[in-house]
């Protein structure tokens, strides 16, 4: 599969919405042999189309991931019951909460319906599963069609979609969790076994991800059955990321010792470094994606502003260690090298 996309180095580069996935890491990714993901998760449509059009023009091998319509509504009383309890948070940092749930599809039929007309190399897909029309018709426009699963079930679902390819996302990854049932957190599993046990029910080429820091965790990953891996908190600190300031330096702050996986910020389960956020809302988050996403909104942007690190969405896999400043190619072709 990757050498059909014109990949020689299997260190793929993943997409990572909310900023750090900019134009310039995939574009570092596809002249380094590799190949990036665009972040097609809470972009507008011209956005995206304006992010292809930049990557486009390199003449690289590139992906576009969006996230997929499987939304959890959030009720009446648990919405205002979360919304109470951080108004004391907004208040501190000047900033208004929505009153209201927000339930959005992420511009799912738009974004879908540019990438029919405008086709890329390869589609990846996270959070629910597209239906076989949609699977059927990126496939048609000559697209590579890849979901992103946590378990041998999943991709079983996805091969049955159509799928041609898979993500194997283990619990040890940083940021939201791809389960296709987010009201349960995905099992930990060493990444190395859950590809094992997907290799057990699926012949699909697959891609690894989740908690990788060196290349150790490359090699087991590729032993195990996978054709390559997908990183992304080994991504965060290089030039051409567009994580925010402080969130690159928290990852090798020695104050943020551990990495959880919580609902506070979204709704929806996510591997962050655990801060004073975390601490003092992950008992009473629902789960209810995307409402909390909409509600913390202004929380985290006001916070990252202001570089204070006890109210941003630290985002980071349990790799975070190893996450270095250098180019991204650097980065790519150190985890590459015991293959």
Do not use: C
Not at 39 to 49: F, N, R, S, W
Not at 205 to 234: F, K, M, Q, S
Request: cysteine-free.
């Amino acid at each position: 599969m990757l050498t059909e996309l014109g990949i020689t180095a299997p260190v793929l580069a993943a997409p990572m919405a909310g900023g750090p996935s900019t134009p310039e890491l995939v574009v570092a990714a596809g002249k380094a042999g590799s190949m990036g993901f665009l972040a097609g998760g809470y972009k507008t449509p011209q956005a995206l189309a304006e992010q292809i059009a930049a990557v486009r023009a390199e003449g690289v091998p590139f992906g576009v991931n969006l996230f997929a319509p499987n939304s959890v509504p959030v009720s009446t009383a648990d919405y205002r019951a979360y919304r109470e309890q951080l108004l004391g948070e907004a208040e501190q940092l000047g900033v208004q909460l929505p009153d209201e749930p927000v339930e959005d599809d992420d511009h799912w039929r738009a974004k879908v319906e540019l990438l029919l007309a405008d086709p890329v190399p390869v589609v990846s897909f996270t959070f629910g599963l597209p239906d076989r029309e949609v699977i059927g018709q990126l496939r048609e426009a000559g697209t590579l069609v890849v979901q992103t699963v946590t378990s041998p079930n999943e991709a079983g679902l996805a091969a049955e979609a159509g799928a041609q390819a898979l993500v194997v996302q283990s619990a040890a990854a940083g940021g939201h969790s791809a389960t296709l049932t987010p009201a349960q957190n995905p099992p930990e599993l060493p990444l190395p076994q859950l590809i094992g046990e997907v290799r057990a029910v699926t012949d699909l080429p697959l891609l690894a991800a989740g908690g990788i820091g060196g290349p150790a965790d490359v090699a087991a990953a590729v032993r195990a059955g996978a054709e390559g891996v997908v990183v992304g908190t080994a991504l965060l600190r290089t030039r051409e990321s567009g994580a925010s300031a402080p969130h690159r330096a928290a990852l090798v702050d020695p104050a943020f010792g551990s990495t959880v996986v919580t609902r506070a910020f979204t709704g929806r389960p996510a591997r962050a470094l655990r801060n004073r956020f975390i601490d003092s809302y992950e008992p009473s988050a629902p789960t209810a994606y995307p409402a909390l996403h909409h509600l913390t909104s202004p929380l985290r942007k006001a916070a990252t502003a202001s570089g204070d690190t006890d109210r941003i969405h630290l985002w980071a896999g349990t790799g975070h260690r190893e996450a270095r400043v250098e180019p991204a190619a650097e980065t790519l072709a150190r985890l590459a090298q015991d293959l």
